[in-house]
C-alpha cells in the first residue's frame, strides 16, 4: 500500500468511527514540556503534542477518532491544563484512559485527568475562560533547574512600573497591535478578564505574569510579556500599551517574549463531565 493509499484508509477510519453511533466521549487535561516539540497542533515533519497523543490513542483503540484540542501551543510553550477530546469505540473508564495513556506517552507528555463527555463534543465551542502563567527569571547567570520554563532576564526590573502598565489592558479591548503577524484574523476583540504580576512562592528571583480571558490572539501572551521587561528596564515608556491600544500597531509593542516562559496553565468549559479521575481533591483520593 502507498504512503497516500494508508492515508486514505486512516481517514476512512476515522470518518467510519465518527458515524458510529457506539462512541463514547472523553476529555483528557494533558501536561507537557513543550522543549522537544513543534507545538500542539500536528506537522507534516515536525514531532508535536498531538501528533504524539493520538499515536497513544490509537495503541488503545484504533478506531478512536482525531483529538479536538482547545489550544494550538507553540513551539516549546508548555502546558499544565491543555484540553483535549476524543471518541472511542471501547467503553474504557476515565481511570482506565489515564493509566493506559500514561504507559504509551514520552515522558514530556502526561494524561493528569480524563472525564466522559458527549461523543463529538467540541471543547473549543465551550470555553469560559483561558489562564496563562509566564514567568521572569531575574538572575544575571543561569539556573539548568529553571531555565528551561523561565525567561531569564539578567538585569532588576521595575515590578511597579510593570504592573501599572498591565492594569491599563484589563478589561475589553481590540488587541490588534498584540498579535503576530501569522494572525490575519479580522475580529480582535478580546476581554482580559484578569491580569496581574506576584514573586512566585517557591522563588524570590521568579515573577509570574498571570493573564486569564476569553480568547487570545496568536503570540498576544508573549507579546504582552516581552513589552513589560521593555518597560520593567525603562526601554519603553510606563504607557507604551495604551499608545498601541489607540495605533493599533504592532510597532508601537516591545519585544515578544521566548516561548520557554509560557505555560497555558488552565481552561475553564462551560460544560463538564462525568466519571472524573483522578478526582478533585487529595492526590491519593481516586486510587
Not at 74 to 100: E, P, Y
Not at 186 to 197: G, K, M, Y
Not at 233 to 239: Q, Y
Request: contains cysteine; charged residues 25%; aromatic residues 6%.
Amino acid at each position: 500500500m502507498t504512503a497516500p493509499e494508508a492515508a486514505l484508509g486512516d481517514e476512512a477510519r476515522r470518518v467510519g468511527a465518527a458515524s458510529s453511533p457506539d462512541l463514547h466521549g472523553v476529555l483528557l487535561t494533558l501536561a507537557y514540556d513543550g522543549a522537544p516539540f513543534c507545538g500542539y497542533a500536528k506537522q507534516a515533519n515536525g514531532r508535536t503534542i498531538a501528533g504524539e497523543l493520538e499515536g497513544a490513542i490509537a495503541s488503545v483503540d484504533p478506531k478512536a477518532t482525531s483529538t479536538r484540542g482547545v489550544s494550538r501551543t507553540d513551539a516549546g510553550v508548555h502546558a499544565r491544563g491543555q484540553l483535549v477530546a476524543f471518541d472511542s469505540t471501547k467503553d474504557i473508564d476515565s481511570r482506565g484512559w489515564v493509566l493506559a495513556l500514561n504507559q504509551e506517552l514520552p515522558r514530556e507528555i502526561a494524561v493528569v485527568r480524563a472525564v466522559r463527555m458527549p461523543a463529538r463534543f467540541e471543547p473549543r465551542r465551550h470555553v469560559l475562560h483561558k489562564s496563562y502563567v509566564y514567568r521572569f527569571l531575574e538572575s544575571r547567570t543561569r539556573d539548568p533547574l529553571v531555565d528551561k520554563f523561565a525567561w531569564r532576564v539578567p538585569y532588576r526590573l521595575n515590578h511597579l512600573l510593570m504592573s501599572e502598565a498591565a492594569a491599563t489592558i484589563q478589561g475589553e479591548h481590540d488587541f490588534r497591535a498584540f498579535r503576530g503577524s501569522a494572525d490575519t484574523r479580522d475580529e480582535t476583540v478580546r476581554h482580559i478578564f484578569r491580569i496581574s504580576l506576584a514573586p512566585a512562592a517557591h522563588d524570590s528571583r521568579i515573577t509570574e505574569l498571570t493573564v486569564t480571558g476569553n480568547k487570545f490572539l496568536y503570540n498576544m501572551i508573549r507579546i504582552i510579556a516581552g513589552t513589560l521587561v521593555d518597560i520593567g528596564r525603562d526601554h519603553l515608556p510606563p504607557d507604551t500599551f495604551t499608545r498601541a491600544l489607540a495605533s493599533g500597531l504592532r510597532k508601537d509593542l516591545g519585544i515578544t517574549a521566548p516561548p520557554e516562559g509560557l505555560v497555558l496553565h488552565e481552561i475553564q468549559l462551560t460544560q463538564s463531565g462525568t466519571d472524573q479521575w483522578p478526582p478533585l481533591g487529595p492526590l491519593w483520593g481516586g486510587c
